[in-house]
T-cell receptor, first 118, second 114 residues
Framework: AQKVTQAQTEISVVEKEDVTLDCVYE???????LFWYKQPPSGELVFLIRRNSFDEQNEISGRYSWNFQKSTSSFNFTITASQVVDSAVYFC???????????????FGKGTKLSVKP | DAGVTQSPTHLIKTRGQHVTLRCSPISGHKSVSWYQQVLGQGPQFIFQYYEKEERGRGNFPDRFSARQFPNYSSELNVNALLLGDSALYLC?????????????FGEGSWLTVV
């Protein structure tokens, strides 16, 4: 069965600290996609990144970086020099082929609430 | 360009009532998905529609139904509301129905059932 685990329920850091959000996934498919979304208090899920299972290169976008390791089924997200505006709930999600190719079937973790204090 | 728009943003209903939630996808997107997010949990997949046809259905009772219109907008209907239906209902749109492509979410409709 497909599953996404975000073991960290809440994290609190002080501005400018680095923080890593963990994501572990389970799937029997060899082709799958992983996502991170950010959810501010307004409720909208903001897309951050998408990676496919064949691309294990780490990615950096400004202060954000992602570490994808198939060997440990993990797709961790690091924010460098955190800012107050980074405060939000962050979700990791999995999309694989077990749903007959339906695009909309993202399996989400329970999310990690990040609080960045000034 | 406008993102995914949903209406209403907030609503309160009584147990047993019916509710209709509406979604307009990003211009050019033909796929719409619906998710339910209960407080403190991640979103759970309810339905996906592509080109007006249902492409996927999550583990939700028959009280939940949806449809997609020729302009690709969509409605989610929930009958015989229960207290447990109180949640944030999120709509997402995508360019096509292909698995793994990125979908973009709206701000959601906050439903409270009393």
């Amino acid at each position: 069965a497909q599953k996404v685990t975000q073991a960290q329920t809440e994290i609190s850091v002080v501005e400018k600290e680095d923080v890593t959000l963990d994501c572990v996934y389970e799937t029997r498919d060899t082709t799958y996609y992983l996502f991170w979304y950010k959810q501010p208090p307004s409720g909208e899920l903001v897309f951050l990144i998408r990676r496919n299972s064949f691309d294990e290169q780490n990615e950096i976008s400004g202060r954000y970086s992602w570490n994808f390791q198939k060997s440990t089924s993990s797709f961790n997200f690091t924010i460098t020099a955190s800012q107050v505006v980074d405060s939000a709930v962050y979700f990791c999600a999995l999309s694989d082929m077990n749903y007959g190719g339906s695009q909309g079937n993202l399996i989400f973790g329970k999310g990690t609430k990040l609080s960045v204090k000034p | 360009d406008a993102g995914v728009t949903q209406s209403p943003t907030h609503l309160i209903k009584t147990r047993g009532q019916h509710v209709t939630l509406r979604c307009s996808p990003i211009s050019g997107h033909k796929s719409v998905s619906w998710y339910q997010q209960v407080l403190g949990q991640g979103p759970q997949f309810i339905f996906q529609y592509y080109e007006k046809e249902e492409r996927g259905r999550g583990n939700f009772p028959d009280r939940f139904s949806a449809r997609q219109f020729p302009n690709y907008s969509s409605e989610l209907n929930v009958n015989a509301l229960l207290l447990g239906d109180s949640a944030l209902y999120l709509c997402a749109s995508g360019p096509d129905g292909i698995s793994g492509n990125t979908i973009y979410f709206g701000e959601g409709s906050w439903l409270t059932v009393v």
